[in-house]
């Protein structure tokens, strides 16, 4: 049986023909093996050498990557009749597609998957509307397209698998059969965690450390807002400091820091290697995901994995993972909504977020979101036959 994985992507590509991803690697790719013998990726790839500490190569066998120019762009429209190309004859070749959405080539691949009787299961993981309205004003032109081309796709599959428990379900229904799977997969926990988090939260503090793992390049991630909120705190005589992991160009955020008079309380951490960013959330009072636009963000439900008290913005799935009384405004205007929260941390408030959130995210245990996602391909794979 061949699968063929269909998105955008992208991933890139060294000189020796070595391919490497961050979001998809080994351990996305090899979901789709409980089903197939064999993968093709059909999906954009970027030549150069990685340098995202979070990258990795990917080595699995039985993989052939399918390189497909970029229609992702206004400029991408010359290669369309290339890719319907690559696509069409890809898809004739396969026996079942898995079909990432939002994605300009997943769009394609359904269109094609449909005209050429092939069965096919679509993985939504984020709002098309939300990611390109805040991303530029090229974002707000093709949004409305994206749109309502991803739920039109999404209404008439007859497989889905959304990553969020409710948020994209509500925004983008399917006629179709669908189980929630988190792209997050956690680890078994262990309660030395909880325990060594609960012995933190007790020791006297100088200072609050708030901390954010994101793309420093990246506004609709919102740090921007964690920065004038702790300005906020200190002219009130609260002492913060906003610790940011990620890789990209900091200047937007160091001119903030500036603009706000908190250089000395916003610290770069840079790019940390996977293991070293559960150590780093170990080290920090609260984690804080102020983003603009959100599927189910991976970083919080590992802070919440070690126990942290946490906070975030009202966008995309945020909201099912934290209480109400810790989720604030996305945008511009929630710069009091976070110092508020802030300051209603006390001890006991911080216990009893740190076992809530250790308890919760145990929903998202490895072992039982493959156990959901294998139900809807295997009951995919008793139709085919």
């Known amino acids: ?42 999906i ?19 993989i052939n990557i399918i390189k497909v120019p970029n229609i992702a762009s206004i400029s991408g429209i010359i290669n369309r ?24 080539i997943g769009n394609v691949a359904v269109k094609l998957a449909e005209k050429l009787n092939k069965p096919y299961l679509i993985e939504m993981v984020g709002c098309p509307w939300d990611s390109l309205w805040n991303h530029s004003i090229k974002g707000k032109i093709i949004a409305p397209y994206m749109w309502s081309a991803t739920k039109s796709n999404i209404k ?57 793992a994101a793309a420093l390049n990246v506004r609709y991630k919102g740090q921007q807002y964690i920065i004038e909120a702790i300005s906020k705190l200190k002219n009130e005589g609260i ?20 603009e706000y008079g908190v250089v000395d309380r916003v610290k770069f951490i840079g790019t940390l290697p996977h293991e070293q960013v559960f150590s780093w959330i170990d080290k920090i009072d609260i984690y804080a995901q102020p983003s603009k636009q959100e599927g189910l963000p991976r970083a919080l439900i590992e802070a919440m994995n070690r126990g942290c008290p946490a906070i ?47 308890s919760e995210s145990k929903q998202y245990n490895k072992e039982l979101i493959q156990e959901r996602r294998e139900s809807l391909f295997f009951e995919l794979m008793e139709n085919i036959r």
């Open 81 to 104: 009749k290339e890719a319907n190309q690559i696509l069409e004859s890809s898809i004739k070749n396969a026996d079942i597609l898995f079909i990432r959405l939002p994605s300009f």
């Open 239 to 258: 002492h913060c400091e906003y610790q940011l992991v990620g890789w990209g160009d900091s200047s937007y955020l160091s001119e903030k820091a500036k």
């Open 1 to 42: 049986m061949k699968g063929l994985f269909c998105y955008d992507g992208p991933i890139s590509c060294d000189e020796h023909g070595n391919y490497f991803g961050t979001v998809l690697n080994n351990q996305v790719f090899r979901r789709y093996f409980a089903v197939v013998d064999s993968l093709d990726i059909a």
């Open 156 to 212: 008439r599959s007859k497989y889905v698998v959304y990553v969020t428990n409710s948020f994209l379900q509500n925004r983008y229904p399917t006629k179709g059969k669908s189980v929630n799977c988190s792209n997050v997969e956690l680890p078994q926990t262990d309660n030395t965690i909880l325990e060594n988090r609960l012995n933190k939260i007790l020791k006297p503090k100088e200072k609050i450390v708030i901390g954010t």
């Open 312 to 358: 975030g913005a009202s966008s995309g799935g945020i909201p099912e993972l934290l209480e109400e009384e810790y989720v604030f405004s996305k945008g511009r205007k929630n710069i009091d909504e976070i110092c508020n929260i802030i300051k209603t941390f006390n001890t006991d408030k911080m216990k009893e977020q740190a076992k809530r959130n250790f």
């Open 44 to 62: 954009r790839v970027e030549s150069g050498t990685p340098q995202n500490n979070k990258t990795s190569q990917i080595t699995l066998e039985n």
